[in-house]
């Protein structure tokens, strides 16, 4: 009689595609998948979110080149009052701007950039937050969550690439930014920038990220609430002000090479 052979150990599986559906249909029962892994389960979610950013970045590429071959190009304000020289070096610089490098390669490189360090710095902030709160769970289970419950930004990204494609626009008005006083103060300025991060996605990912933090970690309702609030509004106020001082910047020079 012969001994049976020792089972070898599964591989672990470095792509999850087929949660991809489950977890925004079913979330529940997916993350407590997802707070089943011992290993980091992330990537899947990372890698979409880079793809959809990679497309509207594709999508408005598109529109800028249509528009700069039509002759559709924003003159700063004030345009007809500079010198000829300046004149010429705003001329000059816009068409520089119009390589694919400024077009694709850098935007796409930006929107890359911002999927992983939004992931990095969520998911660090929300292992501190319920870390303070009583939370035992693993840094990697913060960072699993957040990277899936972050998926919700990836449909939006597909809904704005297919908007543009369809109707030949950019984006305007983003979230709610069409809802903030008028005026030319740096408080309206900043509200504006602040509302336009506010939109059903935005508010979708909050609730996926508490629905996976109460699943995974065990705290009571109200810590969770707590704690992820204590991680999403700061970093939208914090988001909000590298972009309205990002515009004010931009405003300071007639080279304007990435808006």
Do not use: C
Not at 46 to 69: D, E, M, P, R
Not at 234 to 243: E, G, H, I, S, W
């Amino acid at each position: 009689m012969t001994d049976a052979l020792p089972l070898l150990p599964e591989k672990p599986r470095r792509l999850h595609l087929n949660w991809l559906l489950p977890i925004l249909v079913q979330p529940r029962r997916t993350f407590e998948k997802i707070a089943a892994q011992a290993q980091s389960v992330w990537l899947t979610p990372l890698l979409i979110l880079s793809l959809t950013a990679v497309f509207q970045v594709i999508a408005a590429g598109q529109i800028k080149q249509q528009a700069a071959l039509s002759g559709q190009v924003e003159l700063p304000p004030g345009f007809e009052y500079y010198s000829p020289e300046d004149q010429a070096q705003f001329q000059k610089a816009m068409e520089a701007t119009q390589s694919p490098t400024f077009i694709y390669v850098l935007p796409a490189l930006a929107a890359i950039s911002g999927v992983w360090a939004g992931w990095l710095l969520v998911g660090g902030l929300l292992h501190l937050s319920l870390t303070m709160l009583g939370g035992r769970g693993a840094i990697s289970l913060a960072m699993n969550i957040v990277a899936w419950s972050s998926l919700t930004f990836a449909i939006r990204e597909l809904v704005r690439t297919a908007s543009m494609l369809i109707t030949h626009r950019l984006i305007s008005n983003p979230g709610l930014e069409g809802f903030a006083p008028g005026g030319d103060g740096g408080g309206a300025l900043y509200l504006v920038a602040f509302l336009s991060l506010i939109d059903i996605y935005i508010i979708w990912h909050i609730i996926l990220l508490i629905l996976g933090v109460r699943v995974a970690s065990g705290l009571s309702r109200s810590k969770v609430w707590a704690g992820v609030l204590m991680v999403i509004l700061p970093v939208l106020l914090l988001q909000a002000l590298l972009t309205h001082l990002v515009s004010r910047l931009s405003n300071l020079t007639i080279i304007r090479p990435f808006f």
